[in-house]
């Protein structure tokens, strides 16, 4: 059997849909191919124990980009929200509790941090429009005579030059650094540097001393400047998936799930379709991978259709997964002693210091569980009661650290990690562990397993300023083209990273339109 398409989209993470939706709004023949059975990616909702429901992977939507969000308009398709804005509360070892945004409950702690984070959020604000055009579209070539990529390259620079020679001059200084040493000059409390500290590694396999960690933290500031915070939507974020599949539908586009691709199928050095696992042959001139560059490359197209060079750059794309996901079915409400009642409905930062999170890093670089592991708690069953039985409650755990491979394998160290976790989670929630019905940790091999991400790492491929830009994730296949021609990468392992921005699916479906333009 064997069908003919304009663009067939491997995968439909998020990304993919985005990628899906975009070309078949330009009138593109379109067809995706989702190896799960359902579509979305790490952006998925399912029960984990009976009538308990939660964002598998990625647990907290962050606001789109003006243009993208826009453009997909996903409230039209059926995307609603169960809370709009999720504030920050940054918890301390003894269970009190920071709201990042109370600056009465900051003062009482520490009046000169008051202004410090006002002065430092203004001075982010400015850093992240000034960047945010550096993340959107397609990064220009370096050192080529193409008339685009030296258009583009000088639109990028005026952007930032009109930063002001001040700030600019900040954002060259600091751009760099590891976000502890920023931090540090900048404030007091270690409480509020340490739930700074955490939104600048999450995800990442970095410390708050690692270099270039300040770049991360400014990509999350950078991916949507100026917009509201995270956002929970109804029914977890697989509704977000939904949404972005009726989209695509809309659009015109097809989407399969249950439909593993095998390989890319080449002919002449040229892509002519793809073969599904079951042997189905597909015909398309384009084809476009959601799967991380590793996956791409080496199992879906082969080695043997690159130069050596090329393999071996991929082969040391940096993808290993460090972050783990908890879910918890607890009886009644999580005891969080110090919480007012409202705050449940937060993101719960357990991260009391950034020298904490160093030696829960510490750990990792050695491939050992953290001793006491740093946490993004979220109780959404607080904000969306249809997730868990009436009187019971939901938790969504990101736990950062937790190695792709760990010493003496996850099988001896799984229930042990949890354990660890749980007793963590009992110094800010006394009796939280009694009322835990059932547990679900996913570890990054689990996360690999069940989303297809080879490593699980929420990026794809790190997040570090040598694999950003014109080398992410390597030079060759910055612009979302791959050198085989018709082949593209539109996942979060391409420009400008992960997190569910949608940036890397748009780029790819531009990068798609201008080569279709060419001559
Ligand atoms: C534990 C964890 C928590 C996270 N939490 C958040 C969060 O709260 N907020 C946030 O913004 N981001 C979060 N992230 C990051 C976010 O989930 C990812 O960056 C995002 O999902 C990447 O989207 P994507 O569409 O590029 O790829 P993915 O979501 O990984 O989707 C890729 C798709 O391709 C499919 N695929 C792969 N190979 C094939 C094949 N051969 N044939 C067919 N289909 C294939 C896969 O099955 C999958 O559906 C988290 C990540 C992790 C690991």
């Keep these: 059997m064997s069908s003919r398409y304009d663009c067939v989209v491997v995968g439909a993470g998020h990304n993919g849909l985005v990628c899906a939706t975009l070309l078949a709004r330009a009138g593109r023949r379109v067809l995706v191919l989702e190896a799960a059975p ?6 998925v909702t399912r029960e984990f124990a009976p009538g308990f429901r939660v964002s598998a992977g990625a647990h907290l939507l962050p606001a789109m980009s003006a243009p993208l969000g826009r453009e997909l308009a996903l409230h039209r398709h059926g995307l609603e929200l169960a809370a709009a804005s999720v504030p ?21 702690r520490s009046p ?4 410090a984070l006002a002065a430092w959020r203004a001075l982010q604000r400015r850093f992240a429009q000034a960047l945010h055009p550096l993340l959107t579209g397609i990064p220009p070539r370096l050192g080529t005579q193409d008339r685009a990529d030296r258009a583009r390259l000088l639109t990028l620079g005026w952007k930032l030059r009109r930063l002001g020679r001040d700030d600019l001059r900040e954002l060259l200084r600091v751009g760099g650094m590891c976000v502890h040493d920023l931090l540090e000059e900048r404030f007091e409390l ?14 990442t396999n970095l410390g708050p001393r690692s270099p270039g960690t300040v770049a991360s933290l400014l990509y999350r ?11 929970l939507p109804a029914g977890g974020l697989g509704s977000f998936a939904q949404a972005l599949a009726r989209a695509a539908r809309a659009a015109g586009a097809q989407l399969r799930t249950a439909a593993p691709v095998a390989r890319v199928q080449v002919r002449e050095d040229r892509v002519t379709g793809v073969v599904l696992e079951g042997g189905e042959e597909i015909e398309a001139p384009t084809v476009i991978s959601n799967a991380d560059p590793r996956t791409t490359f080496l199992r879906l197209l082969g080695a043997e259709h690159l130069d050596a060079g090329f393999v071996r750059r991929v082969s040391q794309i940096r993808s290993r997964g460090m972050t783990a996901k908890l879910h918890l079915a607890v009886d009644g409400v999580p005891p969080f002693s110090e919480l007012p009642p409202q705050a449940l409905r937060g993101r719960l930062l357990f991260a009391p210091d950034s020298d904490y999170i160093e030696r829960a890093y510490n750990h990792s670089k050695y491939r050992e569980c953290s001793e006491q592991p740093v946490l993004e708690i979220t109780v959404p069953s607080a904000s969306d009661p249809t997730l868990a039985p009436a009187g019971k409650s939901v938790l969504s755990i990101v736990v950062q650290y937790a190695p792709h491979e760990v010493q003496g394998g996850w099988q001896g160290q799984r229930q042990a990690f949890t354990q660890r976790i749980l007793a963590t989670l009992e110094r800010c929630a006394p009796g939280l562990s009694p009322r835990v019905q059932a547990a679900q940790l996913l570890v990054p091999q689990d996360l690999e397993r069940e989303f297809g991400n080879q490593g699980g790492h929420w990026h794809h491929a790190e997040l570090a ?5 014109m080398m992410r994730p390597v030079p060759g296949a910055a612009q979302y083209r791959a050198p085989v021609d018709g082949l593209y990468l539109c996942g979060a392992g391409s420009h400008p990273g992960g997190g569910l921005t949608g940036l890397p699916g748009r780029g790819c479906a531009l990068a798609v339109l201008r080569r279709s333009a060419e001559p």
Excluded: E, S
Aim: aromatic fraction near 2%; include cysteine.
């Design 465 to 469: 300023l040598d694999q950003f830009m």
């Design 112 to 115: 000169a941090d008051v202004a």
């Design 190 to 203: 270690p409480l509020l540097k340490g739930a700074l500290a955490l939104d600048a590694v999450l995800g």
């Design 38 to 43: 359902q579509v979305g990616g790490a952006a």
């Design 221 to 231: 500031a950078a991916v949507a400047p100026g917009a509201g915070g995270a956002m």
């Design 88 to 108: 920050t509360v940054a918890l301390a070892q003894d269970g009190q509790c920071l709201p990042l945004d109370d600056d009465a409950a900051l003062a009482a």
